[in-house]
């Protein structure tokens, strides 16, 4: 369970932390607040309600807490990984809502349960606090149905929801803006190609402020070669190698997320920097490994350039994209007669600009907490906009239900005589004369729903 603690108007980070290993007896909780102060604690975390439960402890903290109380978090965001055709934005976390996730979860059976886990966690935790879900495939849910229908049958669509979702949303959503305004680019005029690349990897090509496509499919296994999912494969194999292998459909899933790509070519690992120390280090294995990796991206980037007849910029996010030059290096490498040319110098810098050619070329760190945080703000302030519209009309309401028909009447007599005011002035003085406690625009709505104007 990874947290951060924003204020999303300010963009401060007041603190961050991660407990990982739950629900074992020797679960790590690390923490850091805004003054560097940090806590690193071995513990036994039974679930993700007692994760929390640490967490809370730990930013109240008389030391390195950053709250003097649980009750001044006004919201919690989560990152949410399946909202189906159900979701396309985020929304304020209702019993309906929580309904909904879960009968997502079938899409996603490791990630919607344990994140479920984390919202009722939170309720039980923060009285009566604002909860807001922030789906990971949301962004992808306006593109076309012909970039994300399969060539199955129509009706697998229709009765088993089979087409192409998309993960990683939140960061090509935020990455692509953030490269928009870099370039000081009108986001809704901007086509850009994100080239997410962590653990998990996949490539979106964004055009006006939308998802036109991406690699990640059903699930996110389709696509790139990751560090233990195999991304794109012919699915006969699949059927093939069950038969073979005498695997059933949980083995055939799990060799396919877990002992494939990085780790599957290179037999040992599935963490870049060390594929590209075995590489260098001679071993044929990691070489592949590296060589497939890289050629997959440059395959979906090369065919995004054709969806998008062309792109301003390619963007490299997540742990390999933003840290990795040699990687960029090699997935840019021939992409020259498409506008894409790498300057060497600025891209071993680590530069956000590291390209000479038409395209641009950059490398934008992704910041999923702070998208959450800034969506969570978001759909509250909705949520209090319309709140405090409602409350309006209710008052306007009880003031005009307030008056008796004696005191209607007696408005209208006086307007009537007074036919040479109009407006405020006739406003005030009908408060002076007939001494009644409503305000100018119930005064307005009065006369119109009488038919005098008020303007004379
Ligand atoms: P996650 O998807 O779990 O959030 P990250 O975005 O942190 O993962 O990415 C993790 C990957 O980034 C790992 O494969 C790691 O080896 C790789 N990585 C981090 N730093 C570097 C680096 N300097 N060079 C190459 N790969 C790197």
Redesign the pocket.
């Known amino acids: 369970m990874k947290f951060q603690l924003i204020d999303p108007q300010t963009e401060d980070l007041l603190a961050k932390g991660l407990v990982e290993k739950i629900g074992s007896s020797n679960a790590i909780i690390t923490y850091k607040n805004k003054n560097n102060k940090e806590l690193r604690e071995v513990l036994e975390v039974k679930n993700h309600e007692k994760a929390l439960k640490i967490t809370l402890k730990t930013l109240t903290d008389k030391v390195v807490g950053v709250l003097s109380s649980v009750s001044e978090i006004e919201a919690v965001g989560h990152r949410v990984v399946h909202g189906g055709e159900e979701f396309s934005g985020s929304i304020l976390i209702t019993p309906k809502v929580i309904e909904k996730i879960k009968e997502c979860s079938i899409f996603a059976p490791l990630h919607n349960p344990p994140n479920l886990m984390g919202i009722e966690a939170c309720s039980a935790a923060i009285k009566d606090v604002d909860q807001v879900a922030v789906f990971d495939t949301a962004f992808h849910q306006k593109i076309p149905a012909y970039a994300h229908i399969y060539g199955l049958p129509y009706a697998i669509y229709e009765k088993l929801k089979i087409r192409r979702y998309g993960f990683h949303g939140t960061s090509h959503w935020f990455v692509s803006k953030k490269a928009a305004e870099l370039l000081n680019r009108d986001y809704s005029d901007f086509k850009v190609i994100t080239c997410h690349?962590?653990?998990?990897a996949s490539v979106a090509a964004v055009k006006n402020g939308f998802s036109v496509d991406t690699s990640m499919g059903f699930t996110p296994l389709e696509g790139l070669v990751m560090?233990t999912r195999c991304g794109d494969i012919d699915p006969a194999i699949i059927p093939y190698v069950m038969q073979m292998e005498k695997l059933c459909p949980k083995d055939i899933d799990n060799l396919m997320n877990k002992s494939s790509g990085l780790k599957g070519i290179s037999k040992t690992s599935?963490?870049?920097?060390?594929v590209?120390e075995e590489a260098d280090d001679g071993s044929a294995l990691h070489k592949l490994a590296l060589d497939v990796y890289c050629y997959r991206i440059k395959k979906y980037i090369a065919s995004y350039l054709g969806v998008l007849n062309g792109a301003d910029a390619i963007v490299f996010t997540?742990?390999?994209g933003e840290?990795?030059a040699?990687?960029r290096k090699m997935v840019c490498e021939g992409l020259d007669n498409l506008g894409v040319v790498i300057d060497s110098e600025k891209n071993s810098r680590n530069e956000t600009i590291i390209s000479t050619g038409k395209t641009q070329v950059m490398v934008v760190p992704t910041n999923e907490e702070l998208a959450i945080a800034h969506e969570t703000f978001n759909v509250l302030n909705a949520k209090y906009q319309k709140k405090l519209i409602e409350a309006k009309e209710k008052q306007m309401q009880d003031q005009l239900n307030s008056l008796t028909d004696a005191d209607k009447a007696a408005i209208a007599i006086f307007c009537d005589k007074n036919s040479s005011k109009t407006g405020k002035v006739l406003y005030e003085a009908a408060k002076r004369e007939l001494e009644f406690d409503i305000s100018e625009p119930v005064f307005e709505e009065l006369l119109e729903g009488m038919a005098i104007n008020k303007d004379h």
Do not use: F, K, T
């Not at 690349?197 to 998990?200: A, D, Q, R, S, V």
């Not at 599935?270 to 060390?274: C, I, P, Q, Y």
């Open positions: 690349l962590g653990n998990g560090g599935n963490d870049m920097r060390e590209i997540a742990g390999v840290n990795s040699r990687i």
